[in-house]
């Protein structure tokens, strides 16, 4: 798996050194490739926020179906086919965009952490060590302030997606999403104290743009269902 996403990591660590050469400021540069990674992956962010949706719309029907043909597996199985292509719902239809965005994401991940593996620049192994703001090297960690927001904007990005998840997802692992919503905040606080702070704003902006993306996915939800709801009517 780590040579999955170090086979990303190279491309971006020759993106990152382009982007510099033209911008000039390291951590300019790691808030750009992040906005852009974002945008480009909203198509997959979307498709599997969707393919969740529908999902857990059709908790209820699953159920009965289940409860019905609990005697009769082979029929149970026909009829949630049926009622997938019913309704147009690809029950893996969420797993190979998952898998695309963990293999981006985890691929700058490593860059991010150590970026003179992947970055063969001599102007990049300067850069890495700028200042900005208050932070006076990028190549170590930001103790408390840049933790503390990437851990915050984790939070509400978490939140939000809690609030506008669709009730079947919602009752299938509402205590375990209230706990994550909790804990990995501070897992990525305590995470980013220790690394580099350059990795530190990647993820911090990544969640920030991420929180606007689950308001935007809440809309899109609800017209989803209202869609559903008029055909049904």
Known sequence: MAKIFGIMSAPLGLV????????????????VITVVIKVLLYPLYKKQIM?????????????DIQN??????????????ELYKEHGVNPAGGCLPMVIQMIVI?????????????????????????????I???SQPDLWVLPIMAG????????????????GTQMAG????????????????????????????????????????NIRFAKLKNEMRNKRKFKKA
């Open 16 to 31: 990152i050194s382009q982007l510099y050469n033209i911008i000039g400021n390291y951590a300019i540069t790691l808030i």
């Open 136 to 138: 006076k090297d990028l």
């Open 174 to 213: 509402g205590g375990m999403q209230k706990i994550m919503m909790f804990v990995f905040p501070l897992m990525i606080v305590w995470l980013a104290r220790s690394y580099p702070a350059g990795l530190a704003i990647y993820w911090f902006m990544s969640q920030f743009i991420q929180i606007f993306y």
């Open 152 to 167: 915050v904007a984790t939070f509400f990005a978490f939140f939000i997606q809690n609030k506008v998840g669709t009730p």
């Open 68 to 81: 019905k043909y609990a005697n009769d597996p082979v029929l149970m199985r026909e009829k949630t086919a």
């Open 51 to 63: 393919s969740m949706a529908s999902m857990g719309d059709l908790q209820p029907l699953m159920k």
């Open 106 to 134: 985890m691929g700058l991940f490593g860059l991010l952490r150590n970026p003179l593996l992947y970055i063969k620049s001599d102007k990049m192994i300067f850069a890495i060590h700028e200042s900005f703001l208050w």
